[in-house]
């Protein structure tokens, strides 16, 4: 008789416990045992239940384990979600099997001893059948559906509440989620607010109106929006640093001369130019599109250009904007030496195109759908003992319950998104559909998109300096990690598995364009390892640096319009301050935007932070002397940027690991 001691771990969560029969049966190298029936153990997260299991003959090394759950007399079936089982062999070898997931029938479900195994390594028959099993299930779990042509695939799913479980929301997210969405109006106290469609009257009652949960930052835009410095910052460290890029030549559109702006320092726009102090943002994404009705009334969608200069004094300053891409006399160049209301008006449309690029394509389409991809391509295609399964699953978390409200709430054609916003309606589509054909590996990729817009040396740009040290801080906790399991180049080329998932997201995501330079198969150890870390660095701290910073920088709507309702001034000297309150967006379009940046700022308060592992997958001892590693070094990070922030007038906290989640899941 062998006996096999352990116990079962619950996962703390609220009704992960169970009242119901529990089944457990042992499945070795050389047999199995009968299943075991634990009845009525109530078993909570509060304690561990021992386990015994008692089989006749030896049955080997452990290689999986049977959980089925059947309720009990007169008592209905209930939820149950286990953490791990661990079992001690009579040789006194421990075993451990991990499941992180609710069982919800009464059908039997196998799990996986812990070791991480690639498939080529995974040869005992009950094994590789329990392998393939696990993936024919899952395939028909997670499948892929095209929400809009010319975009990145998503899941196939018609409800939220039709999601497996083992990617839903939590009981605490969920109800979370749904008081924020219901009571956001009301805790911004602006609930009186969302159905008047008049125009403001003045820029005071706007302020009256965003007196309530102002954050340090969002006081600082109020009081400082109108200031070419702060507009100038925010293409740097807001929450759209994605556009600006270097300029050593003038677009042909863009005709700007040394008469028309002044250069700090007297110098020409030439030897500016060739001094590498002159940058431009070029919104040409949202060119010739027809822009969205809000409220009855028609709205404007500018594609605006944008000069800026690097002063001796470091600061970015914007010397010209150009309002449409084509040039023409009815469309001229503005410069800081226009009237206030001339400038400030040019700076308003474009920080309103900056909206619509930043939602649609820096946030939405870079980080929430990509994540997506990535998340369901591992789900389908690697099993749960797949060393790349355990070191990614913890960045899938909630995103797929996430985008798939994103596409029901916020860009369906009744979403917010087409009710307040001027690229709503029929441009959102054509934008995004621009976007994802233009998207590319390399600018996926921090290190290699920073250098091939050539911002390798601005100043003060800490999106890029806390970036590349989280890139890297990334980068080497995945090579640790992955290094241990793949120990040569043929160990990726010889893992089908692995290859299928790369594949997919070429497909899937990147709708099979070469040009994109997304790779269709990985050959080494280092492109695996690069490639895992922007997967990574894509699900939290890239999320985190274009989401984070929304309800500081957006709240105070005249920094940030979600639409501008007049067209854009086409000679100077016409605007005045009657001209900028025409243009904003009408009360209900602003306060409903507020309350839509304060809920996509609003973490839950089960939120997981980058580098922390609350459900244990890796059980090897390698893989937790580099989560160790990796978590010291995202807190050295953490130290240094509070400390930097000391000193700065706004402190830049995007990317500060504290701050971040491990997943989408805002």
Same mark, same amino acid.
């Given at each position: 008789? &062998?006996?096999?001691?352990?116990?079962?771990?619950?996962?703390?969560?609220?009704?992960?416990?169970?009242?119901?029969?529990?089944?457990?049966?042992?499945?070795?190298?050389?047999?199995?045992?009968?299943?075991?029936?634990?009845?009525?153990?109530?078993?909570?997260?509060?304690?561990?239940?021992?386990?015994?299991?008692?089989?006749? $003959?030896?049955?080997?090394? %452990?290689?999986?384990?049977?959980?089925?759950?059947? *309720?009990?007399?007169?008592?209905?079936?209930?939820?149950?979600?286990?953490?791990?089982?661990?079992?001690? #062999?009579?040789?006194?070898?421990?075993?451990?099997?991990?499941?992180?997931?609710?069982?919800?029938?009464?059908?039997?479900?196998?799990?996986?001893?812990?070791?991480?195994?690639?498939?080529?390594?995974?040869? +005992?028959?009950?094994?590789?059948? #329990?392998?393939?099993?696990?993936?024919?299930?899952?395939?028909?779990?997670?499948?892929?559906?095209?929400?809009?042509?010319?975009?990145?695939?998503?899941?196939?799913?018609?409800?939220? !509440?039709?999601?497996?479980?083992?990617? &839903?929301?939590?009981?605490?997210?969920?109800?979370?989620?749904?008081?924020?969405? %219901?009571?956001?109006?009301?805790?911004?106290?602006?609930?009186?607010?969302?159905?008047?469609?008049?125009?403001?009257?003045?820029?005071?009652?706007?302020?009256?109106?965003?007196? +309530?949960?102002?954050?340090?930052?969002?006081?600082?835009?109020?009081? $400082?929006?109108?200031?070419?410095?702060?507009?100038?910052?925010?293409?740097?460290?807001?929450?759209?640093?994605?556009?600006?890029?270097?300029?050593?030549?003038?677009?042909?559109?863009?005709?700007?001369?040394?008469?028309?702006?002044?250069?700090?320092?007297?110098?020409?726009?030439?030897?500016?130019?060739?001094?590498?102090? @002159?940058?431009?943002?070029?919104?040409?994404?949202?060119?010739?599109?027809?822009?969205?009705?809000?409220?009855?009334?028609?709205?404007?969608?500018?594609? *605006?250009?944008?000069?800026?200069?690097?002063?001796?004094?470091?600061?970015?300053?914007? @010397?010209?904007?150009?309002?449409?891409?084509?040039?023409?006399?009815?469309?001229?160049?503005?410069?800081?030496?226009?009237?206030?209301?001339?400038?400030?008006?040019?700076?308003?449309?474009?920080?309103?195109?900056?909206?619509?690029?930043?939602?649609?394509?820096?946030?939405?389409?870079?980080?929430?759908?990509?994540?997506?991809?990535?998340?369901? &391509?591992?789900?389908?295609?690697?099993?749960?003992?797949? *060393?790349?399964?355990?070191?990614?699953?913890?960045?899938?978390?909630?995103?797929?319950?996430?985008?798939?409200?994103?596409?029901?709430?916020?860009?369906?054609?009744?979403?917010? /998104?087409?009710?307040?916003?001027?690229?709503?309606?029929?441009? %959102?589509?054509?934008?995004?559909?621009?976007?994802?054909?233009?998207?590319?590996?390399?600018?996926?990729?921090?290190?290699?998109?920073?250098?091939?817009?050539?911002?390798?040396?601005?100043?003060? /740009?800490?999106?890029?300096?806390?970036? /590349?040290?989280?890139?890297?801080?990334?980068?080497?906790?995945?090579?640790?990690?992955?290094?241990?399991?793949?120990?040569?180049?043929? =160990?990726?080329?010889?893992?089908?598995?692995?290859?299928?998932?790369?594949?997919?997201?070429?497909?899937?995501?990147?709708?099979?364009?070469?040009?994109?330079?997304?790779p269709q198969k990985l050959n080494t150890v280092a492109e695996l390892v690069k490639f895992v870390t922007m997967v990574i660095f894509t699900c939290s701290a890239q999320h985190a640096a274009v989401n984070s910073g929304q309800f500081d920088y957006g709240s105070w709507?005249p920094n940030t319009p979600t639409t501008l309702q007049q067209p854009p001034p086409t000679t100077k000297g016409t605007a005045d301050k009657s001209s900028l309150l025409d243009a904003l967006p009408d009360v209900n379009a602003t306060v409903k935007g507020m309350a839509?940046?304060?809920?996509?700022?609003?973490?839950?308060?089960?939120?997981?932070?980058?580098?922390?592992?609350?459900?244990? !997958? /890796?059980?090897?001892?390698?893989?937790?002397?580099?989560?160790?590693?990796?978590?010291?070094?995202?807190?050295?990070?953490?130290?240094? @940027?509070?400390?930097?922030?000391?000193?700065?007038?706004?402190? =830049?906290?995007?990317?500060?690991?504290?701050?971040?989640?491990?997943?989408?899941?805002?």
């Open positions: 008789m &062998s006996e096999y001691k352990g116990v079962i771990k619950i996962e703390d969560h609220c009704w992960a416990s169970s009242w119901d029969h529990i089944y457990i049966k042992l499945v070795g190298t050389d047999g199995e045992s009968q299943p075991k029936s634990l009845v009525y153990p109530y078993l909570s997260p509060e304690s561990d239940f021992k386990i015994e299991v008692d089989s006749n $003959n030896s049955i080997g090394k %452990l290689v999986l384990i049977e959980l089925e759950k059947n *309720p009990g007399y007169l008592l209905p079936q209930n939820a149950w979600f286990p953490a791990k089982v661990e079992l001690e #062999s009579p040789e006194g070898e421990t075993f451990h099997f991990p499941i992180h997931r609710w069982i919800v029938n009464d059908e039997a479900h196998q799990f996986r001893e812990a070791t991480a195994c690639l498939v080529f390594d995974d040869t +005992h028959p009950l094994a590789s059948q #329990s392998r393939t099993e696990e993936l024919k299930l899952r395939k028909k779990q997670y499948c892929w559906s095209i929400y809009a042509e010319g975009i990145p695939h998503c899941m196939k799913v018609d409800d939220a !509440h039709a999601l497996p479980d083992e990617v &839903s929301f939590s009981f605490t997210k969920e109800w979370e989620f749904k008081l924020n969405k %219901l009571h956001g109006l009301i805790e911004l106290k602006l609930d009186g607010l969302a159905d008047r469609k008049e125009q403001w009257r003045s820029i005071d009652a706007i302020g009256k109106v965003f007196r +309530h949960k102002q954050t340090t930052l969002s006081e600082y835009v109020q009081q $400082n929006w109108k200031k070419d410095s702060l507009f100038g910052y925010q293409f740097l460290n807001g929450v759209n640093p994605m556009v600006i890029r270097r300029c050593s030549v003038l677009p042909e559109n863009f005709q700007v001369t040394d008469q028309m702006v002044f250069l700090r320092g007297g110098r020409s726009l030439a030897e500016e130019m060739q001094s590498r102090n @002159i940058f431009l943002c070029d919104y040409k994404l949202l060119d010739g599109l027809k822009a969205n009705e809000v409220n009855g009334k028609q709205q404007y969608l500018m594609a *605006p250009l944008v000069l800026l200069h690097k002063t001796p004094e470091d600061q970015l300053m914007p @010397i010209a904007i150009q309002l449409k891409q084509e040039p023409s006399k009815d469309n001229p160049i503005f410069c800081p030496t226009d009237s206030e209301y001339d400038w400030l008006l040019a700076k308003m449309f474009v920080r309103s195109a900056d909206f619509q690029d930043h939602q649609l394509n820096s946030h939405l389409l870079r980080t929430h759908l990509l994540a997506e991809v990535f998340s369901v &391509s591992l789900l389908r295609n690697l099993p749960m003992v797949h *060393p790349l399964y355990k070191l990614l699953v913890p960045h899938t978390r909630y995103t797929l319950q996430i985008n798939f409200l994103a596409r029901e709430l916020l860009i369906s054609d009744t979403g917010i /998104f087409n009710t307040i916003t001027s690229s709503g309606g029929e441009a %959102l589509q054509k934008i995004l559909q621009r976007a994802t054909s233009s998207i590319t590996y390399a600018s996926l990729c921090i290190r290699d998109d920073i250098k091939e817009r050539g911002l390798e040396s601005v100043p003060h /740009f800490y999106y890029r300096d806390d970036g /590349f040290h989280m890139w890297d801080i990334i980068n080497r906790f995945v090579q640790g990690v992955l290094g241990y399991y793949y120990k040569d180049d043929s =160990y990726v080329q010889r893992d089908t598995e692995l290859q299928t998932w790369v594949l997919d997201i070429f497909e899937y995501g990147f709708l099979s364009r070469p040009e994109s330079g997304m709507m839509a940046m304060w809920l996509l700022s609003k973490q839950s308060s089960d939120s997981v932070p980058l580098g922390h592992y609350p459900e244990e !997958h /890796f059980f090897e001892i390698v893989p937790h002397q580099h989560m160790k590693v990796f978590k010291g070094e995202l807190a050295l990070l953490n130290s240094k @940027i509070n400390a930097r922030n000391l000193g700065l007038e706004i402190p =830049y906290t995007s990317l500060d690991p504290a701050l971040l989640e491990n997943s989408v899941a805002l």
